[in-house]
């Protein structure tokens, strides 16, 4: 029917099917990278998480050629830090329940990153070397948690609050990290539960945002770095 805002990297569609609303989404992700996001998908859904499950098609395929389709789910972006509150807790629910979750295809952590180039859409061979340094220092600087699935892009326009559910949207860029990578770019009149200065916090999230998008949107991804650049000493 149209397109709908947000999938920077990835077409999104509203369409309609009969009288129910649904969401296209086209994915360039490796066959093996889109089914972990699938099963892990199912998974959530199946502990209760408000998440976007794909729909079978008609001969029972979970995608197409990379083309998903789920059903709409309504609500608002959080406005509030009530409604942040309450993105916080869901956020603790998924990384409760997927510690221990494999590693999704292609992807690596910021911990392997620290000596790795590659992994899902972070390029550090390709950024310049005072780059990649600070990238590193920043990551080095948060420490060392328990690893789990991390959805890798909150904000407001992959978040929906109706009432008192969160639906967490658009799982292209999720992996398994360290959590507090969820949490940082939480308003910061909203508690978080990590256990390192939230200033290490948001550096460490910019660092990523540089390093994840350096390839794929590289003006954003320059203004990243020089993001990064100033607030580090």
Same mark, same amino acid.
Do not use: K
């Given at each position: 029917?149209?397109?709908?805002?947000?999938?920077?990297?990835?077409?999104?569609?509203?369409?309609?099917?009969?009288?129910?609303?649904?969401?296209?989404?086209?994915s360039?992700?490796?066959?093996?990278?889109?089914e972990?996001?699938?099963?892990?998908?199912?998974?959530l859904?199946? @502990? &209760?998480?408000?998440?976007?499950? =794909?729909?079978p098609? /008609?001969? &029972?395929r979970?995608h197409?050629?990379?083309?998903?389709?789920? *059903?709409?789910? %309504?609500?608002? =972006?959080?406005?509030?830090?009530?409604?942040?509150?309450?993105?916080? %807790?869901?956020?603790?629910?998924?990384?409760?329940?997927?510690?221990?979750? =494999?590693?999704?295809?292609?992807?690596?952590s910021? &911990?392997?990153?620290?000596?790795? %180039?590659?992994?899902?859409?972070?390029?550090?061979d390709?950024? =310049?070397?005072?780059?990649?340094?600070?990238?590193?220092?920043a990551? &080095?600087?948060?420490?060392?948690?328990?690893?789990?699935?991390?959805? *890798? /892009?909150?904000?407001?326009?992959?978040?929906l609050? %109706?009432?008192?559910?969160?639906?967490?949207?658009?799982? /292209?860029e999720?992996?398994?990290d360290?959590?507090?990578?969820?949490?940082?770019?939480?308003?910061?009149?909203?508690?978080?539960?990590?256990?390192?200065?939230?200033?290490?916090?948001?550096?460490?999230?910019? @660092?990523?945002?540089?390093?994840?998008?350096?390839?794929?949107?590289?003006?954003?991804?320059?203004?990243?770095?020089? /993001?990064?650049?100033?607030r580090?000493?």
């Open positions: 029917m149209e397109p709908l805002p947000g999938g920077h990297r990835n077409r999104v569609f509203l369409a309609r099917r009969g009288g129910q609303r649904l969401v296209v989404r086209t360039g992700r490796p066959v093996d990278a889109l972990w996001e699938i099963e892990l998908l199912g998974f859904a199946a @502990a &209760g998480l408000s998440v976007p499950v =794909p729909l098609s /008609d001969d &029972g979970s197409v050629d990379g083309v998903l389709v789920t *059903g709409f789910l %309504d609500g608002r =972006p959080p406005r509030d830090a009530d409604d942040w509150r309450l993105v916080v %807790d869901e956020l603790v629910r998924l990384h409760e329940l997927t510690r221990g979750w =494999p590693q999704r295809p292609g992807f690596a910021s &911990g392997r990153l620290l000596t790795g %180039d590659r992994g899902g859409d972070v390029r550090l390709a950024m =310049p070397v005072e780059g990649v340094a600070a990238v590193r220092a990551w &080095g600087r948060l420490g060392h948690g328990d690893e789990c699935v991390v959805h *890798g /892009d909150v904000g407001g326009a992959n978040v609050v %109706d009432g008192r559910r969160v639906t967490l949207l658009d799982w /292209d999720a992996r398994v360290v959590s507090w990578f969820d949490f940082a770019f939480v308003p910061e009149d909203v508690e978080v539960p990590v256990p390192v200065e939230r200033a290490a916090l948001v550096t460490a999230g910019v @660092a990523w945002e540089a390093a994840t998008c350096w390839v794929a949107e590289p003006e954003y991804a320059a203004r990243c770095l020089a /993001d990064l650049h100033a580090q000493p």
